[in-house]
Every structure is written in C-alpha cells, then in structure tokens.
C-alpha cells in the first residue's frame, strides 16, 4: 500500500521537544512531484485538526493553536518531511498523522505523541 510513514513519536514531559518525520519516499521518487505535505494530529475523543503544511517550494504555514512552538521543514534529498515539537503541552497528545498529497492524498498510519509528567 503506497503511504507516507512517521516516526518520532514517543512520550515526553510536559516542555520538551520531539521531532517527527514523514518519509514519503514510498509516495513518489521525487519531492518536485509533492504539491503540499501536511501534519494533522487526533486527540481521543476528537475531530483531526490540521497542524502545519508545507508544499516543494518550502512554503510553511503552522496552526494558530501550535505557532511559536511547531515548525516543519523539509528534506528534498532524504523526502523527509519533519514537524519539530517544542515547549511540549498536555494537550497535544495526539495520534499524528502525516498526509501527503502529489496528484493524490496519501495518508500515513499514525505515531502516538503522549505529554504527560
């Protein structure tokens, strides 16, 4: 099955860091091919929320609710795309989810991110 894959996840205290990775490599051999590549995130009991995006150009955007602590980045070479995590929160435990979109919407399965002390 063709999707991205994150990684990264993992449990932290609340005001650390963690930097996940989407590997989209499996998606397309290219990143030129990549129109946008975006990090959504799910709380249980919650709706997906979009969190950050960024298309080939290296043009960002990050949610209001994350901006000053998120930012996400990407390697053209490697066809990593990475949202790094600062000043970590209770509530952005989530499952996050990296989707991918070229002339389809490819989504990935998930990486747990758990803040809690």
């Known amino acids: 099955q063709v999707q991205p894959v994150e990684s990264g996840g993992g449990l932290v205290q609340p005001g650390g860091s963690l930097r996940l990775s989407c590997d989209f490599s499996g998606v397309t051999e290219s990143a030129a091919s990549i129109a946008l590549v975006g990090w959504h995130r799910q709380a249980p009991g919650e709706q997906r929320e979009w969190v950050a995006g960024?298309?080939?150009?290296?043009?960002?955007r990050i949610a209001e609710s994350v901006k000053n602590r998120f930012s996400i980045f990407m390697d053209h070479a490697k066809k990593l795309v990475y949202l790094q995590m600062n000043s970590l929160k209770l509530e952005d435990t989530a499952v996050y989810y990296c989707?991918?979109?070229?002339?389809?919407?490819?989504w990935g399965q998930g990486t747990q991110v758990t803040v809690s002390s």
């Open positions: 989707q991918v979109t070229t002339t389809r919407t490819y």
């Open positions: 960024i298309n080939n150009q290296d043009f960002a």
